[in-house]
């Protein structure tokens, strides 16, 4: 299977890469810093399997489309899309700035559609694909201090399983993901290590879990959460 993953370069993305290629997908890999992707592929080549990558910036329609098709083309094909890629701040409305504000709903929003345009019309000519979007608990459960990134949530949420009304009929599933506490840095608080929250790799098993389903059937909605609580501070 030949599977494009934004927001590869760290954190859950790099999970869901990582199990996906060991299980012997073709992965493309894209975000901003080409470093981490390097590593990112070297460390699947090692392991004997296939990474491709694309350094974009999301909030850019043009990066966004040139490199899902050079991906796209690397790979011979796009089967699946994982929107994963995304920013989070948590602050008040009162207190956000307008620019923080633009950066989630440009990330979190508009990248996650401009990425899903990419590879629409391939995988309607095809009447076959298979859309993951990352959402989050925070996208249809309220966040007190983070207003702002619930919002960009609540819309991909939205858009997600909007899409799948859109699609399904075309061969293609949509799975919108809401994940709990996941252990990546971007999530790490002073004081918690992490250690009690759900691994970016187990995220990836679930997915890679639900790319395996039968062509007729699909788990439009997938919730992870661990099974402990956070210490208490
Ligand atoms: N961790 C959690 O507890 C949790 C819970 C629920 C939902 N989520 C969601 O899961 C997803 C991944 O979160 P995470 O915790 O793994 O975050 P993370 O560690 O901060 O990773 C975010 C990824 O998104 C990429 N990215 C950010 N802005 C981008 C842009 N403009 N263009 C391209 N790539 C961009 C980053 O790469 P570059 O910086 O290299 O571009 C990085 O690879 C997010 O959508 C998040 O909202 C996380």
């Known amino acids: 299977m030949k599977v494009i993953v934004t927001g590869a370069s760290g954190g859950i993305g790099r999970g869901i890469a990582t199990v996906l290629a060991g299980d012997g997908c073709a992965v493309g890999a894209l975000a901003r810093s080409g470093d981490k992707l390097e590593s990112?592929?070297?460390?699947?080549?090692?392991?004997?399997?296939?990474?491709?990558t694309s350094t974009v910036d999301l909030r850019s329609q043009n990066e966004t489309a040139s490199g899902i098709a050079a991906l796209a083309e690397a790979l011979g094909g796009v089967d699946a899309l994982i929107n994963n890629a995304g920013l989070v701040i948590l602050k008040n409305a009162l207190d956000i700035g307008l620019d923080e504000w633009h950066a989630m709903v440009e990330t979190n929003l508009n990248g996650?559609?401009?990425?899903?345009r990419a590879v629409?019309?391939?995988?309607?000519?095809?009447?076959?694909?298979h859309i993951v979007n990352i959402s989050s608990i925070s996208g249809y459960y309220p966040l007190g201090g983070g207003s702002g990134y619930a919002a960009t949530k609540y819309a991909v949420t939205g858009f997600s399983e909007s899409l799948f009304q859109e699609v399904r009929e075309?061969?293609?599933?949509?799975?919108?993901?809401?994940?709990?506490?996941?252990?990546?840095?971007?999530?790490r608080h002073r004081g918690d290590d992490g250690?009690?929250?759900?691994?970016?790799?187990?995220?990836g098993q679930a997915i890679l879990d639900?790319?395996?389903?039968d062509a007729g059937n699909c788990i439009s909605r997938l919730?992870?959460?661990?099974?402990s609580r956070p210490p208490k501070s």
């Not at 919730?223 to 099974?227: D, F, G, K, T, W």
């Open 40 to 52: 990112l592929r070297d460390e699947i080549s090692a392991a004997g399997g296939t990474c491709h």
């Open 112 to 116: 996650l559609f401009y990425a899903t």
């Open 120 to 129: 629409l019309p391939g995988m309607t000519e095809n009447g076959s694909g």
């Open 170 to 187: 075309h061969g293609i599933k949509v799975t919108t993901v809401f994940p709990g506490s996941v252990d990546s840095d971007s999530h």
């Open 195 to 203: 250690s009690w929250k759900v691994k970016p790799e187990e995220v």
């Open 210 to 213: 639900l790319l395996k389903t």
């Open 223 to 227: 919730e992870i959460r661990p099974l």
